[in-house]
Protein backbone atom coordinates (compact mmCIF):
# COMPACT_ATOMS: atom_id res chain seq x y z
CA UNK A 1 0.00 0.00 0.00
CA UNK A 2 1.54 3.06 -0.86
CA UNK A 3 1.20 6.19 1.68
CA UNK A 4 2.39 9.94 1.46
CA UNK A 5 3.13 11.73 4.59
CA UNK A 6 3.33 15.21 4.40
CA UNK A 7 4.46 17.61 7.37
CA UNK A 8 5.62 21.19 7.93
CA UNK A 9 2.62 23.27 6.93
CA UNK A 10 1.76 26.11 9.39
CA UNK A 11 0.93 29.46 9.85
CA UNK A 12 3.39 32.34 9.25
CA UNK A 13 3.33 36.04 8.16
CA UNK A 14 4.01 37.58 4.57
CA UNK A 15 7.92 37.59 3.83
CA UNK A 16 8.66 34.40 5.91
CA UNK A 17 9.23 30.83 5.24
CA UNK A 18 8.66 26.99 5.56
CA UNK A 19 9.71 23.78 4.50
CA UNK A 20 7.17 21.12 3.37
CA UNK A 21 8.12 17.41 3.61
CA UNK A 22 6.85 14.18 2.23
CA UNK A 23 7.97 10.73 3.32
CA UNK A 24 6.38 7.92 0.41
CA UNK A 25 6.02 4.49 1.72
CA UNK A 26 5.26 1.28 -0.05
CA UNK A 27 6.93 2.12 -3.71
CA UNK A 28 10.98 0.62 -3.56
CA UNK A 29 11.64 1.74 -6.87
CA UNK A 30 13.10 5.60 -7.38
CA UNK A 31 12.27 5.90 -11.22
CA UNK A 32 9.08 8.07 -9.83
CA UNK A 33 8.44 11.68 -10.29
CA UNK A 34 7.53 13.57 -7.91
CA UNK A 35 5.82 16.62 -6.82
CA UNK A 36 3.90 19.77 -4.96
CA UNK A 37 0.32 21.12 -5.93
CA UNK A 38 -1.90 23.39 -3.82
CA UNK A 39 -5.06 23.78 -3.77
CA UNK A 40 -6.64 27.22 -2.82
CA UNK A 41 -10.58 27.76 -1.44
CA UNK A 42 -12.66 28.22 -4.47
CA UNK A 43 -9.34 26.83 -7.07
CA UNK A 44 -8.47 23.89 -8.91
CA UNK A 45 -5.76 22.01 -7.65
CA UNK A 46 -2.52 23.91 -9.46
CA UNK A 47 1.24 22.37 -9.87
CA UNK A 48 3.37 24.20 -7.62
CA UNK A 49 6.73 22.29 -8.84
CA UNK A 50 7.51 18.79 -9.56
CA UNK A 51 10.89 17.06 -9.82
CA UNK A 52 11.75 14.22 -11.84
CA UNK A 53 13.44 10.81 -11.03
CA UNK A 54 16.80 12.43 -13.03
CA UNK A 55 16.54 15.43 -10.77
CA UNK A 56 14.86 17.91 -13.41
CA UNK A 57 12.56 20.67 -12.38
CA UNK A 58 9.77 22.56 -13.12
CA UNK A 59 8.28 25.24 -11.07
CA UNK A 60 4.70 27.32 -11.41
CA UNK A 61 5.43 30.98 -12.81
CA UNK A 62 3.76 32.38 -9.61
CA UNK A 63 6.85 30.41 -7.13
CA UNK A 64 9.48 30.59 -9.30
CA UNK A 65 12.56 32.14 -7.38
CA UNK A 66 10.62 31.72 -4.27
CA UNK A 67 10.54 27.91 -4.26
CA UNK A 68 12.74 25.55 -4.11
CA UNK A 69 12.15 21.61 -4.68
CA UNK A 70 14.23 18.54 -3.51
CA UNK A 71 14.56 15.05 -3.62
CA UNK A 72 15.95 11.92 -2.10
CA UNK A 73 15.39 9.69 -4.36
CA UNK A 74 16.71 6.53 -2.36
CA UNK A 75 14.09 6.83 0.08
CA UNK A 76 11.58 8.54 -2.33
CA UNK A 77 10.92 11.54 -0.16
CA UNK A 78 10.30 15.36 -1.35
CA UNK A 79 11.22 18.46 0.24
CA UNK A 80 9.38 22.06 -0.91
CA UNK A 81 11.05 25.09 0.79
CA UNK A 82 9.04 28.08 0.46
CA UNK A 83 10.65 31.53 1.00
CA UNK A 84 9.02 34.97 0.93
CA UNK A 85 5.85 33.47 1.18
CA UNK A 86 2.85 35.75 0.21
CA UNK A 87 -1.12 35.88 1.74
CA UNK A 88 -1.80 34.34 -1.97
CA UNK A 89 -0.15 31.44 -1.12
CA UNK A 90 -2.38 29.81 1.26
CA UNK A 91 -3.57 26.56 -0.04
CA UNK A 92 -3.48 23.29 1.26
CA UNK A 93 -0.65 22.01 -0.34
CA UNK A 94 -0.54 18.44 -1.91
CA UNK A 95 2.62 15.90 -2.40
CA UNK A 96 2.40 13.96 -5.11
CA UNK A 97 4.25 10.63 -6.88
CA UNK A 98 3.46 9.38 -10.06
CA UNK A 99 5.01 5.85 -10.71
CA UNK A 100 5.48 4.04 -14.38
CA UNK A 101 4.61 0.46 -14.09
CA UNK A 102 3.96 -2.30 -16.64
CA UNK A 103 3.24 0.46 -19.12
CA UNK A 104 0.73 1.99 -16.90
CA UNK A 105 0.51 5.37 -15.13
CA UNK A 106 -0.09 5.67 -11.02
CA UNK A 107 -0.34 8.54 -9.55
CA UNK A 108 -0.68 8.88 -5.49
CA UNK A 109 -1.07 11.40 -3.41
CA UNK A 110 -1.32 12.70 0.14
CA UNK A 111 -3.79 14.17 2.15
CA UNK A 112 -2.30 17.47 2.29
CA UNK A 113 -0.63 19.97 4.80
CA UNK A 114 -2.61 23.60 5.20
CA UNK A 115 -0.39 26.22 4.47
CA UNK A 116 -1.31 29.83 5.94
CA UNK A 117 0.41 33.05 5.15
CA UNK A 118 -0.93 36.22 6.85
CA UNK A 119 -0.81 40.04 5.63
Known amino acids: QVQLVESGGGMVPAGGSLRLSCVVS????????MGWYRQAPGRHRELVAS???????DFADFVRGRFTISRESAKNTVWLQMNSLEPEDTAVYYC?????????????WGQGTQVTVSS
Open 96 to 108: MIRQIRYGKEFVY
Open 26 to 33: GITSSRTD
Open 51 to 57: IASGGST
